[in-house]
């Protein structure tokens, strides 16, 4: 199959091209280094020529809301025309466990519209949700660090690896359309404070951790949203075997 992977070059999207490859389907990177750009449509028709599958794993450069939203409706749309225009028969979307459960929470916001555009795209579709990624953790300390000491909220986490997130999409991409949701997560459940603590035992560096829970970008969100419900598929990888090997 041809199957265009929108932001095939970041975190996510090169791990999802490299394992579509492996498996003999010819992948390729649609992003504004390679001269597709789905905000302003640029490129997308001709990037699109010929795809059976368009997964859409592209994030904002904001996570302001007004930018976020201006960033995932506008590439929907012109996705979404390429896409019939290209006669695409299955649109594959990564978004986030819980994300329409923190209604006040802007980034969020935008990515509910998102999903809800895939909705109503008429193209058959896939949503992958899944749990903040072991790589954001330790950007989530720099951002909430002060002098010495890493301000983090007690919010429950069931983080997962990205490279179980890139075979998830992968998977999706390679299989018929759900025209629903999977959720998928790590296999534990830790607070976000732990998870610093974990890693700063693993990579030592002076700081230590303070309970704050108004601290950083997950600060005041309800605790219990970003860990799944009963539905969530889990995965093996655990933080600290990953912490080991990165």
Do not use: C
């Amino acid at each position: 199959m041809r199957i265009v992977v929108v932001g095939g070059t970041g975190l996510i999207g090169s791990q999802v091209v490299a394992l579509l490859r492996d498996n003999g389907h010819e992948a390729v990177a649609a992003t504004p280094s390679t001269g597709v750009d789905a905000v302003t449509g640029q490129g997308l028709a001709q990037a699109l020529k010929g795809a059976d599958v368009v997964v859409d794993v592209s994030n904002s450069p904001s996570f302001e809301t007004e930018a976020a939203l201006d960033f995932f409706t506008r590439s929907a749309q012109n996705l979404f025309e390429a896409e019939k225009e290209a006669g695409v028969r299955h649109h594959v979307t990564l978004s986030i466990v819980g994300v329409d459960q923190v209604p006040d929470y802007g980034y969020y916001q935008a990515k509910v519209a998102q999903e809800d555009a895939v909705r109503d795209s008429g193209v058959p579709y896939s949503i992958v949700r899944a749990t903040q990624f072991f790589e954001f953790i330790a950007p989530v300390m720099d951002m909430s660090t002060q002098g010495a000491e890493v301000h983090l909220p007690s919010l429950r986490l069931r983080p997962i690896a990205s490279a179980d997130v890139a075979a998830a999409v992968a998977d999706a991409a390679q299989g018929e359309p759900s025209n629903g949701v999977r959720g998928i997560a790590g296999p534990e459940v830790h607070r976000l404070d732990r998870l610093g603590e974990i890693t700063l035992a693993a990579k030592p560096d002076g700081r230590s951790v303070v309970v704050d829970e108004a601290a950083g970008p997950f600060g005041g969100m309800p605790d219990g949203v970003l860990i799944g419900d009963d539905t969530v598929h889990t995965v093996s990888t655990r933080y600290e075997d990953w912490l080991k090997q990165n």
